[in-house]
């Protein structure tokens, strides 16, 4: 099973920007796709983004202009670039491949 550690989060105010980082035990890129997703309390998990081994992405409506997922495969690292954040986007952020998940990092929106 591949082994995830998720970095970044903290406190920021609304309009501000964050970078979370994905470190995996693996190339992040073999075979498959990586995921970024989102629980915020109360909430369901939901996918924030995703990226293929081609380069493709795929992003949730509400993060939409706003997100950014991208990958180095040199350093096994994942990354999730945040941009104009708003109090919405309160959650902790897990990192996903397969069946694996990281430990989440939390993301604190508020003025």
């Known amino acids: 099973q591949v082994q995830l550690v998720e970095s970044g989060g903290g406190l920021v105010q609304p309009g501000g920007s964050l970078r979370l980082s994905c470190v995996s035990s693996?190339?992040?890129?073999?075979?498959?796709?990586m995921s970024w997703y989102r629980q915020a309390p109360g909430m369901q998990r939901e996918l924030v983004a995703t990226?293929?081994?081609?380069?493709?992405?795929l992003y949730g409506h509400s993060v939409k202009g706003r997100f950014t997922i991208s990958g180095d495969n040199a350093k096994k690292t994942l990354y999730l670039q945040m941009n104009s954040l708003k109090p919405e986007d309160t959650a902790v952020y897990y990192c996903?491949?397969?069946?694996?998940w990281g430990q989440g990092t939390q993301v604190v929106v508020s003025a």
């Open positions: 990226i293929t081994s081609t380069g493709a992405v």
């Open positions: 693996e190339s992040i890129f073999s075979l498959t796709y």
């Open positions: 996903n491949k397969l069946e694996s």
